[in-house]
């Protein structure tokens, strides 16, 4: 029998805009199994964004059921909400969200402390996490002295470090070059690799080949479910940039 981390039943959701009721999600229904590495796609209004909020527990639906480990999620009131997405789910956003005069572990260390971890746990567990996306010598460094592919992997350990059943990505390679873009979905195959379950949006069809299968959305509908056949680890970013270097000889 197959494990299911997360299961959506029939999701709808409604927004009521002046005096018309616009269907941001029209009777969705996707399960993903525990390990899975997702990608979901599509146009601008086209849903995407909404169900994943109702993935992360930022909202509810209008109607549906929506799953996560095996316990009903989406008839919780907003404090029950509040500790589901801080036990199960790690969010990594586009902008990176990290504050700015704050240093790398101690951003990272955040949701421990939020937690209510004792403060050499979760500086022992902010450094553990922070080599694992190889920032191990930028532990004092603050946003403003990293990189934008540095920020976001600060991000990324962020998300790690409760231990979440679940990572969300929106956009992640969004504010970043092709190149560093790519490390970093790199760094999400490796995760997935580990055991992670992620869940990307991305409307770019190259970040979404890193992913295991992709689901496509248009008008608050799933419109494909796709099984991705090649595997983009196969060719390493330094294979790929010799590829698309000129020949200047």
Do not use: W
């Not at 694992?132 to 990324?156: C, E, F, K, N, Y």
């Amino acid at each position: 029998m197959n494990d299911i981390l997360l299961k959506a039943k029939n999701l709808v959701k409604d927004y009521r805009v002046g005096g018309q009721v616009v269907h941001a999600l029209d009777g969705v229904s996707v399960a993903v199994e525990r390990g899975e590495f997702l990608a979901v796609m599509g146009p601008s209004g086209s849903g995407k964004t909404t169900f994943m909020n109702l993935l992360g527990c930022l909202d509810t639906p209008s109607s549906g059921r929506y799953f996560l480990d095996g316990k009903e999620i989406s008839s919780l009131g907003p404090k029950r909400l509040a500790q589901v997405r801080n036990r199960k789910i790690g969010f990594v956003f586009q902008n990176f969200n990290l504050l700015r005069r704050t240093t790398a572990l101690d951003n990272v260390s955040l949701p421990l402390m939020y937690a209510q971890t004792h403060r050499r746990t979760r500086r022992q567990k902010a450094e553990q996490v922070l080599s694992m996306v190889g920032l191990a010598d930028r532990l004092h460094h603050q946003p403003a002295q990293l990189s934008g592919g540095q920020q976001q992997r600060v991000a990324i350990a962020r998300a790690l470090v409760n231990d979440p059943d679940l990572i969300l990505a929106d956009e992640p390679t969004g504010a970043l070059d092709t190149r560093t873009g790519l490390e970093l979905m790199h760094l999400f195959q490796d995760l997935n690799r580990k055991g992670m379950t992620i869940v990307l949006v991305t409307h770019e069809n190259d970040i979404a080949q890193f992913a295991r299968r992709v689901l496509r959305f248009r008008d608050g509908r799933v419109t494909a479910d796709e099984t991705v056949v090649a595997d983009r680890d196969d060719q390493g970013p330094d294979d790929r940039d010799a590829e698309q270097e000129p020949d200047l000889s």
